[in-house]
């Protein structure tokens, strides 16, 4: 038979063990501030427990009343900190009413008949089913603790609401004898066994929700960092990309720089054959001087133009489109040359003259030039130049054609690269700029420049500008490319 002292006391051990060890998990996790709760709890039942032990052999009303009122305090905490704990609603005044009710149950059943032991009993059974429905129900709601945890604390609870049924039918089909109620029989040894048993489950349970809680809390805390170490990779693109585009910018700048003295040259060169002109002819003839003065004025025009464009803080500014006739743009480039002395070898041939682009004419004119210009580097001086100029299929298109060098078959694919220069090229003078240059100003018209091998020899510059007015004209290009 078990002995009612003794279970009393590894009751209390327990109790006491289990109180302890939630004031160190308290103490450790203090963000989780609903562990006082089970803290508190765990130390009220310790304590009822202890007050229960040291009671005499014939306590006081008042001192029963108290010793069970603070364990039922307990599981109204445990009841308490299990819904803040898992976030659920708290039916603190159901905990509050029933330690009235409790109170006021037992005070009353010890007044009016100290040996009725059964209305206690029934009354703390009442007790324990309100409070583990509670604790079940808050259980049942939870979504965050793992479900086969939340089914093992409900199992545990429902335990003791069997138990407590249990405890209460045997004393309303066998109440215990006037002399066995002084303190408590022997008889219900067993029920504060399982209570020891329901403790240690209980806490078992509790204590796993915890550390599931802590799981999730460090799986969040992982991913946020994971997060935080994506976006700082993100950011640290970001920036390289950044860093990278700044020095494509200053590249491009600088590429801009290169191209302007490259283009600087040719309207130098207007002024200077025109400046020699004047010094031979001198005042003899007052029309070649006039028309030479009128090239110098141009080719200064030209220059300034392009320093205006190429030298603002805002490249785009400079490109200036506006709607001109091809065959005019043409005369200008073929005035040029005259200008230069050296038109006598170029062939104009321009098809539908009053057709209409929307071009930048100092843009165009200088890819123009820059073409012609390659064309008199590498081809014969008793070899014809031929510029023809066409419109076909919404595009104007402008041939250069040349009986020179060609290029290297193995090398055409890189033809137009900053600084470029065909082998078959070094060995006479240029900067390896000029196609370079014509294809970043035809870039701004959406154009095209292709270097095609022509039969018998020699090399074909097509440029391709959109027409975005005007009309347009029979393709002409196998007549001319032959």
């Not at 330690?99 to 005070?107: E, K, M, P, T």
């Not at 041939?399 to 060995?427: M, T, W, Y």
Request: hydrophobic fraction near 50%; charge should be neutral; proline fraction near 3%.
């Amino acid at each position: 038979m078990l002995d009612l002292k003794t279970v009393l006391v590894v009751n209390l051990a327990t109790a006491s063990l289990q109180a302890v060890v939630w004031i160190f998990v308290w103490l450790a996790w203090r963000h989780l501030y609903e562990l006082k709760f089970l803290a508190a709890g765990f130390t009220a039942i310790a304590i009822g427990l202890l007050l229960m032990i040291l009671r005499g052999e014939q306590p006081a009303a008042w001192s029963i009343v108290l010793h069970n009122t603070v364990i039922k305090l307990g599981l109204v905490l445990l009841a308490e900190g299990l819904a803040r704990f898992l976030g659920q609603p708290r039916y603190t005044w159901i905990g509050i009413s029933l330690l009235i009710f409790q109170v006021v149950a037992w005070s009353i059943a010890l007044a009016v008949d100290p040996g009725n032991l059964a209305i206690r009993i029934h009354s703390s059974t009442l007790f324990t089913i309100i409070m583990m429905s509670v604790m079940s129900v808050a259980l049942l709601r939870d979504r965050t603790q793992p479900w086969l945890l939340r089914w093992m604390t409900i199992a545990v609870l429902a335990e003791y609401i069997a138990a407590s049924i249990i405890h209460s039918a045997i004393e309303y089909w066998n109440p215990a004898a006037a002399q066995d109620i002084t303190v408590l029989d022997n008889r219900n040894a067993w029920y504060l066994l399982q209570g020891v048993l329901f403790l240690i489950a209980l806490f078992a349970c509790l204590l796993f929700m915890v550390s599931s809680r802590l799981s999730a809390a460090l799986r969040e805390k992982n991913d946020a960092l994971l997060r935080e170490v994506v976006e700082r990779r993100n950011l640290e693109n970001q920036l390289n990309t950044s860093l990278e585009t700044e020095r494509a910018l200053r590249e491009e700048q600088a590429d801009f720089m290169r191209i302007v003295s490259h283009e600087f040259r040719t309207p130098l060169a207007v002024i200077r054959n025109a400046a020699d002109m004047i010094g031979l002819v001198g005042d003899r003839s007052r029309e070649a001087t006039k028309e030479r003065l009128t090239g110098i004025g141009e080719a200064l025009d030209r220059l300034f133009s392009l320093i205006d464009r190429f030298m603002t803080n805002d490249r785009d500014n400079g490109f200036r489109p506006q709607s001109m006739q091809i065959g005019s743009l043409m005369a200008d480039v073929q005035f040029h040359f005259e200008m230069t002395g050296r038109g006598e070898r170029l062939h104009f041939r321009t098809y539908g003259e009053a057709t209409s682009v929307f071009v930048d004419p100092d843009m165009l004119a200088t890819v123009v030039i820059n073409l012609i210009d390659n064309a008199f580097k590498y081809s014969p001086e008793n070899q014809p130049i031929h510029i023809d100029t066409l419109s076909a299929s919404g595009f104007v298109v402008i041939q250069v054609c040349d009986r020179g060098i060609g290029i290297p078959k193995a090398e055409a694919h890189k033809i137009g690269r900053r600084f470029f220069r065909a082998s078959n090229a070094k060995a006479g003078s240029g900067t390896g700029l000029g196609l370079y240059s014509s294809r970043k100003l035809l870039a701004y018209h959406g154009g095209t420049l292709e270097l095609l091998p022509r039969e018998g020899g020699g090399t074909a510059a097509v440029a391709r500008v959109p027409v975005l007015s005007g009309t347009t004209e029979p393709a002409l290009q196998e007549e001319i490319m032959a």
